[in-house]
């Protein structure tokens, strides 16, 4: 004889305690499921927590004010998986690196080309490619982009949440190395989020591991 077991649902990020260092990547590894994604938009406020406290820079961000907040939003930023479904098919290149300027207040509008084209070529891009649109690109060009799109603001804090799994393998060791050169040249800090500890390994001062929440 034997038990039906009843399928039983788990609560993603569960009493996690993380703490990131200026200047520090740390890396979060762990299988689909585990929270990896919910913790990376808690940290930046996109989903509201439960319970719990997010702190930058020592201060609480549920206890800033929406001006404090808009600031500070500035300062962390975000890579997304799939580089195919973050960049909007319909705008230009240049013009969704050109928001978070415009949003931000950032340059006036006869800096801004400047500024793109100087975002792009920190990614090794051409200028060029502002007039271009997104499906005009290979997915390791376009995940460049967004990676110029998150730089384009100048924030402290970047969390790459499985910023290389939809790419191929050759294309992945680009973009790692990428990311290890902006680390090490501007000194941001980041949140680098996987499911492949070989991934993380190579960019990561240290490793925290999520496992059923």
Known sequence: SGLLRRSRSVQAVRAVDISIARGEAIGVVGESGSGKSTLGRLLLGLIPASDGEVRFEGRSIAAMSRAEWR???????IVFQDPYGSLDPRRRVGAQIEDGLVIHKLAPAHERA?????????????????????????GGQRQRIGIARALSVEPELVIADEAVSALDVSIQAQIINLL?????????????????MAVVRNIADAVAVMYLG
Do not use: C, W
């Open 71 to 77: 600031r500070s939003r500035r300062r962390m930023q």
């Open 114 to 138: 400047t500024r793109i084209a100087d975002t792009l070529a920190h990614v090794g891009l051409d200028a060029t490619y502002a007039q271009r649109f997104p499906h005009e690109f290979s």
């Open 180 to 196: 290890i050169d902006l680390i090490r040249k501007s000194g941001t800090t980041m949140l680098f989020i996987s499911h492949n």
